[in-house]
């Protein structure tokens, strides 16, 4: 029997073609109910202040630095969304005189634009907001060489490349879009072999770091949380760290402040990664088979599912 066709994007597969067994599930949970959802490979964590939160991020990037030395380097993927922990990454090297010299970072995704990565001189750059925000904010004796910083291009041989070099990566962290992704891991068009069923997870399981067409819904949300809503600006292709990436961090950890997907989408993957429900319509789901997973929630953004008329 046919799935259901989208509600969003007729085109394209996502949450919405699930079963309503599940997204009536999903729903109903409370926020009392969320930590309970944790299981061996899975924890859910809640933080009561968004500074508790975002301190609580910026010091995984510190966790792995200190493990990295010059014989047995290590490093940390990390996001644009959120971005408000690297400011304090940057402090809090610089107050501990934390030598990062040997650690490693990897970017998460990066925009594509004309047949290329976008340049770290445009607004939207992710590598910019990296360096911006945290990089360039280390003193000079304390970080790590431009060698060590890992931003994936239009070419993804290099970046793929970096993940077999020797460098360990302690975590992997990452945001939720609306569309349920990690990086940019969005579900995939509704056409070819795929017209009929969402890709096997095992199929998806096996792309890696590559130039993906986003969903609809992704442009949507990258206009409206750093384009002022501005859809027109945002590309609609993107640099992704693949599945197979992911599975070669020691531990995959999400931050969900509430600002990048709503209570509804906070709910439903917590949900399905709890009961090992993987459907690659949900991307994120996928990390239900990951052995070392976290959902970290800001207690004030996960919201109620409520019907409310505004």
């Known amino acids: 029997m046919p799935r259901k066709v989208s509600s969003i994007a007729p085109d394209w597969w996502d949450y919405t073609t699930l079963d309503d067994d599940i997204i009536q599930a999903a729903a109903r949970l409370t926020p009392e109910k969320m930590p309970k959802l944790s299981r061996p490979g899975f924890k859910v964590v809640f933080y009561d202040t968004l500074e508790e939160f975002y301190l609580a991020e910026a010091l995984e990037y510190i966790n792995a630095w200190k493990q990295s030395t010059a014989d047995n380097p290590a490093g940390i993927c990390g996001p644009i969304g959120p971005t408000e922990q690297l400011p304090l990454v940057a402090q809090v090297v610089n107050e501990l005189n934390l030598n990062v010299r040997s650690a490693h970072f990897w970017g998460m995704d990066e925009w594509f634009l004309d047949g290329r990565e976008i340049p770290a001189s445009h607004p939207l750059s992710f590598e910019k907001a990296d360096r911006e925000l945290c990089f360039n904010r280390i003193r000079k004796e304390l970080r790590m ?56 997870p095992a199929e998806y399981r096996r792309l890696t770091t590559r130039v993906v067409d986003l969903h609809p819904l992704t442009i949507a949300q990258n206009a409206r949380t750093s384009g002022g809503g501005n859809i027109a600006l945002v590309p609609t292709k993107a640099i992704s760290v693949g599945p197979v990436e992911t599975w070669k961090a020691e531990k995959v950890s999400i931050w969900h402040a509430g600002k990048h997907d709503n209570p509804f989408g906070q709910r439903l993957t917590t949900f399905m990664i709890s009961q090992r429900f993987v459907d690659t319509s949900v991307p994120m789901s996928l990390l239900a088979d990951h052995p070392n997973v976290q959902f970290n929630f800001y207690r004030g953004g996960i919201g109620t599912c409520e019907v409310e008329m505004h």
Not at 150 to 176: E, I, L, N
């Open 145 to 200: 060489p431009d060698a060590n910083l890992h931003f994936p291009k239009a070419d993804t041989s290099a970046y793929r490349k970096s993940w077999d070099a020797g460098v360990r990566c302690v975590v992997m962290q990452g945001g939720q879009g609306d569309v349920k992704h990690w990086a940019f891991n969005d579900p995939p068009p509704r056409k070819g072999k795929f017209k009929d069923q969402p890709p096997p």
